[in-house]
DNA sequence: TTGAAAGCGGTACCAA
DNA sequence: TTGGTACCGCTTTCAA
């Protein structure tokens, strides 16, 4: 039951001032070393924790980080999000900031921004899910509060601080993968792709089949949410078709395993008759790790993002006038069970 | 580019007294009609928005609501886990709260409720996961930390205000279900069994087999965390045994596709060689809400869950006399395609 | 090395 | 109906 001991108090108890007692609680430099240590031990004593709103209104500082989740993005990208979280969460707690989590509407997203800002509720923001046609980094400079994406802005590569892994990359290297494995008729079950991150995976499973002198063909790509429904019905629909492909690339574990679905349920095997090389965003509730994973994957870890986006920001924001550093992640090529010689044709 | 408008500057440039102005933009009933609207006109034009910082320090109520996230918890329950927040922000943000998430390692757990509380962080928690041997109830109550549980705390239910499914009841209705079908021989996958609800839940099935005169067999009952292996790998081990079960009962959708995964790898038939029923929380990423659905299920929205938890905890600090109510929700028995009679007897 | 006092930006009591 | 003023609890000059 404490008894809400406050800085007045405390000082009071020790027949010193409020600055001094202030001073010797954050460490500034001319406090006696044993003022320092009396001060100390009385505060642990009556069990003294500074009031954050007290100090955050004196510093003008508010020591929390925002996160705006669109309901959209929330609903897409859940457990994608949460994992980010709480890597980012990790990060904050070292440092003293607190995370504030704001779940809005899609039409109400700038105005939480707004209000983050204009009632000084954080003092830098994450920004996620950016898409293809974005615009928040604008509204974010305009309204003078630092950010990080996670992922990129097209075009604003440079002006903006990001944490991204290479998409491309990874899935133009997946894409290889299949190819050296002798299949040509390959699937790509993708994300959404008003997404950036969707983009640019498309990207580079393109262009690997185009380095082969072959042509993608759009009849095997998919873009969608990436449900495990969107990716059984989908690679269903493609298995049973007159000219099936023998490979899937997909975006994300959950479609992977709908896709696992639909070869078991055509008779099929997976890793034998049908490879499947899926992304994996090392999900703690969806472990693809054992000596030979169930998936071949792409793997990068959203947690370690999280905790990497968020020590940008905290560096932005303790040094406002550093260039934008930006992290490129580069995913692992895992091989696990899901992959295999294309058949031989009949 | 906002200028930092203040109550002080708007109320000079009103020719009113900062209290007025705040009286007016704070719905006081003793301000003129005219007044409230020349203040609210012009506090409109020059963007003002009040600190919240300064306005938590001067009534004393932060405003916010907490969170606290043990690792170990958001390691198991991470999907569920976001949905649940989604749902609790919602009432949040109508309401004027902020939400603040602190994941924290387990041994900093308590430490963390303690900051929350001496520091003002928040006026009042969630608690999350609540296990069999718990105490973090008794913690906050010294605090003096209004909290609502997600989930029930044996032996404190009528003391803390809580929400809750009614686990037992879901589990008892779907082993009766699969009773009904015929099936004797049925499997229990459930949560790990420190915690509360996998523990009643485990108790529903009990209480269905013994009412048949029937014996529960511990060699088809499991616990762990509700990953897609485990379902995947327990259920092989069991299909693979001498005497394998023709249903099984599975604690997340999760881990039920990992079982109809083992199902399919078996050559058997989901929902005509073996039956499954799972819980199903409603999670977006995971649909299984066709005209009929993949899996036969008890469902109850965690989303829901959340929203209905944060309304409780806030009419609990809007009126802290109040008894504690609590929520008992029940989950629907959806019938879907994963079940089916049992089959004859060789 | 320590202290007095002026903020930080609101709210709310007491007068007028 | 409006205004003066004393807080809320901490930080931070400026003086001593």
Same mark, same amino acid.
Not at 79 to 96: C, D, Q, R, V
């Given at each position: ?5 406050? &800085?007045?108090?405390?000082? @009071?108890?020790?027949? &010193?001032? @409020?600055? !001094? ?11 006696? $070393? ?31 980080i925002g996160h705006v989740i669109?309901?959209?993005?929330h609903e897409m990208m859940n ?6 979280? +709480?890597? $980012? ?22 105005? $939480? ?100 002198? #072959? ?30 492909? !023998? ?12 896709? +696992? ?25 969806? /472990? ?9 994957? !792409? ?10 986006? $968020? ?12 260039? /934008? !550093?930006? &992290?490129?992640?580069?995913?692992? #090529? ?9 058949? +031989?044709?009949?």
């Amino acid at each position: 039951m404490s008894k809400g001991v406050n &800085l007045k108090i405390l000082s @009071q108890r020790l027949n &010193l001032s @409020q600055t !001094t007692v202030s001073r010797a609680l954050n460490g500034y430099p001319e406090v006696s $070393a044993e003022t320092r240590k009396r001060v100390a031990e009385m505060a642990d004593k009556l069990g003294y924790a500074p009031n954050s709103q007290a100090r955050r209104l004196a510093t003008g500082r508010s020591m929390a980080i925002g996160h705006v989740i669109p309901r959209s993005i929330h609903e897409m990208m859940n457990p994608i999000f949460l994992e980010f979280i +709480a890597g $980012a969460g990790e990060t904050y707690s070292k440092h003293g900031y607190d995370m504030i989590i704001s779940v809005v509407e899609d039409d109400q997203e700038e105005e $939480a921004y707004r209000q983050i800002s204009s009632r000084k509720k954080a003092d830098g923001v994450i920004v996620h899910g950016p898409a293809h046609d974005e615009n928040r980094h604008a509204l974010l400079k305009d309204l003078n509060l630092p950010f990080v994406v996670h992922g990129r802005i097209a075009g604003a590569e440079t002006e903006t601080c990001w944490i991204d892994m290479n998409n491309r990359r990874a899935f133009q290297r997946a894409t290889d993968l299949l190819l050296d494995l002798g299949h040509t008729r390959i699937a790509l079950l993708n994300g959404l792709e008003h997404m950036d991150f969707a983009r640019r995976r498309r990207r580079g499973f393109e262009d690997a089949i185009k380095e082969r002198g #072959l042509a993608p063909d759009p009849a095997l790509m998919r873009s969608n949410d990436m449900t495990e429904p969107y990716g059984c019905d989908n690679a269903m629909e493609m298995l049973k078709s007159d000219n099936p492909p !023998t490979a899937f690339l997909v975006s994300s574990m959950i479609s992977a395993i709908g896709v +696992a679905r639909a070869i078991g349920q055509c008779g099929l095997v997976t890793g034998k008759d049908v490879s499947i090389i899926t992304h994996d965003d090392a999900l703690s509730f969806l /472990p693809n790790s054992g000596e030979v994973p169930i998936f071949t994957c !792409t793997r990068s870890s959203v947690r370690y993002a999280g905790e990497k986006a $968020a020590e940008l920001l905290l560096a932005m924001i303790a040094n406002p006038n550093s260039e /934008p !550093t930006s &992290l490129h992640l580069d995913a692992e #090529l895992i091989i696990g069970q899901s992959t295999g010689p294309a058949p +031989a044709k009949v």
